[in-house]
């Protein structure tokens, strides 16, 4: 999810920004929770680095780091840094919760299979991810290959071509 994003979803929420102005602040838990999901960031992106950490999110290093050892809580700036590197992060932060869709169990399987058939990586990755919300989770590895086939051809904008038929031109089609 990229900053656009999360701040497009926090903007079509009526109040979300309601904990950090209004009460000066989000509370015990929440605090915690972010302070945890920070130090893990910090260790696996920055090293551990607070300065690194706090370059990324836009905030001064003493901002990072008081809110790491808590001595201050999320406010909005830390919550706009909080943003910049990790989206869910913030919006879970001030109470927007985060439901990433599940990935079908042949969706790899699938997006090779179209790769392998020479479709570009961005619409076989659209062509898989619509063909599994259509058909849910219990199709077979060959139904959500099939159907990421059509899907790739109406997304391309062709006709899917059947066998020995010729796929007509546009001055045919105009006919």
């Known amino acids: 999810m990229s900053h656009t994003q999360a701040v497009t979803i926090a903007k079509a929420v009526p109040g979300t920004l309601g904990h950090v102005s209004g009460t000066k602040g989000l509370g015990h838990a929440r605090n915690e929770m972010a302070r945890l999901r920070l130090r893990q960031i910090s260790k696996e992106r920055f090293g551990g680095n607070v300065s690194e950490l706090a370059r990324a999110m836009r905030v001064t290093q003493s901002t990072a780091s008081e809110f790491l050892t808590g001595n201050r809580g999320a406010g909005t700036k830390l919550i706009q840094g909080m943003a910049r590197i990790d989206p869910s992060l913030a919006l879970t932060t001030i109470g927007i919760e985060v439901r990433l869709p599940e990935v079908h169990p042949f969706a790899g399987g699938a997006i090779d299979s179209l790769l392998e058939e020479g479709a570009p990586p961005d619409l076989a990755s659209r062509a898989v991810g619509a063909a599994s919300s259509l058909l849910g989770q219990?199709?077979?590895?060959?139904?959500?290959?099939?159907?990421?086939?059509?899907?790739?051809?109406?997304?391309?904008?062709?006709?899917?071509?059947?066998?020995?038929?010729?796929?007509?031109?546009?001055?045919?089609?105009?006919?």
Do not use: H, K, Y
């Not at 219990?138 to 010729?166: S, V, Y």
């Open 138 to 175: 219990n199709c077979t590895e060959q139904q959500l290959l099939d159907a990421a086939r059509f899907l790739l051809a109406f997304i391309r904008g062709l006709e899917p071509a059947t066998e020995g038929a010729e796929t007509p031109t546009r001055q045919q089609r105009r006919r």
